[in-house]
C-alpha cells in the first residue's frame, strides 16, 4: 500500500521563478492537505483539495494556487517566488467523511535564491 | 493562530516513559486532540487521537483530562527512534483538514 508520495525532494529557485509541486495521497484517499514548514517552525495550512475544488484555505497569498486531478494526485503552483517561500512543503492525505487523521508525505525542500 | 500550548522541549532517559503534557484549554465540544510526531527531516507521522476518552493504541496512550483543557501523550518505553518533535493539535472530526500546529514539543531520548 503506497503511502504519500511527493516530487520532486528537493528544488532550487531563484527569486521572480514560478514553481510547481506534486503529490500523490495514500491509496484510497480523496483529500489533499498542503502546508508549509519554515525551518525550525511548525506546518503551517495552505489549502486543501477535495473533489477537484479549493475547500479550505489558509492566510496564503494569491501566489499560492493548486489543482486536484480526477485521480485525486494534486499540484502546488507557487508565482514570483520569494526568498521567504524557502521552506519544507509538505502533502498531506485523508479520507473524507471518515476522519480527520491525516498522512502525510516526506514533503518537498524548496531553496528560493 | 495554534489553538494548543505546548513545552518547547524535553528530555526523557531510554526505557523509561515519556509524558507530553498539552494544553487546550479553549477547545469546544466537538473538537477532537490529535497527536503527530515529526523525526528529523521527515513528514509527520500521526500518532494517536481522541474526543474525551482515554484512548490506546500500539504507539502510545492518549489521556485528556476530565474538563478537556488538557491532555498527555504517553509513550510508554521511550527509545531513542522516538527522539522526535510532538505537535499535539485539536479539531473536528470532519476531514476539515485545517489543522493548526504549533511549534511543538522536541522531545530528546537519552541513552
Known amino acids: 500500500d503506497a503511502g504519500v508520495t511527493q516530487s520532486p525532494t528537493h528544488l532550487i529557485k531563484t527569486r521572480g521563478q514560478q514553481v510547481t509541486l506534486r503529490c500523490s495521497p495514500k491509496s484510497g484517499h480523496d483529500t489533499v492537505s498542503w502546508y508549509q514548514q519554515a525551518l525550525g517552525q511548525g506546518p503551517q495550512f495552505i489549502f486543501q483539495y477535495y473533489e477537484e475544488e479549493e475547500r479550505q484555505r489558509g492566510n496564503f497569498p494569491d501566489r499560492f494556487s493548486g489543482h486536484q486531478f480526477p485521480n485525486y494526485s494534486s499540484e502546488l503552483n507557487v508565482n514570483a517566488l520569494l526568498l521567504g517561500d524557502s521552506a519544507l512543503y509538505l502533502c498531506?492525505?485523508?479520507?473524507?467523511?471518515?476522519?480527520?487523521?491525516?498522512?502525510f508525505g516526506p514533503g518537498t525542500r524548496l531553496t528560493v535564491l | 493562530d495554534a489553538k494548543t500550548t505546548q513545552p518547547p522541549s524535553m528530555d526523557c532517559a531510554e526505557g523509561r516513559a515519556a509524558n507530553l503534557p498539552c494544553n487546550h484549554s479553549?477547545?469546544?465540544?466537538?473538537?477532537?486532540v490529535y497527536w503527530y510526531r515529526q523525526i528529523h527531516s521527515q513528514g509527520p507521522q500521526y500518532i494517536i487521537h481522541?474526543?474525551?476518552n482515554n484512548e490506546t493504541n500500539e504507539m502510545a496512550s492518549l489521556i485528556i483530562t476530565e474538563d478537556r483543557k488538557s491532555s498527555t501523550l504517553i509513550l510508554p518505553h521511550a527509545t531513542l527512534r522516538d527522539t522526535a518533535v510532538y505537535y499535539c493539535?485539536?479539531?473536528?472530526?470532519?476531514?476539515?483538514?485545517?489543522?493548526?500546529f504549533g511549534d511543538g514539543t522536541t522531545l530528546t531520548v537519552k541513552p
Open positions: 481522541g474526543l474525551k
Open positions: 479553549t477547545i469546544s465540544g466537538n473538537e477532537y
Open positions: 493539535i485539536v479539531g473536528p472530526n470532519t476531514n476539515a483538514g485545517k489543522s493548526t
Open positions: 498531506a492525505s485523508s479520507l473524507e467523511g471518515v476522519t480527520d487523521t491525516q498522512y
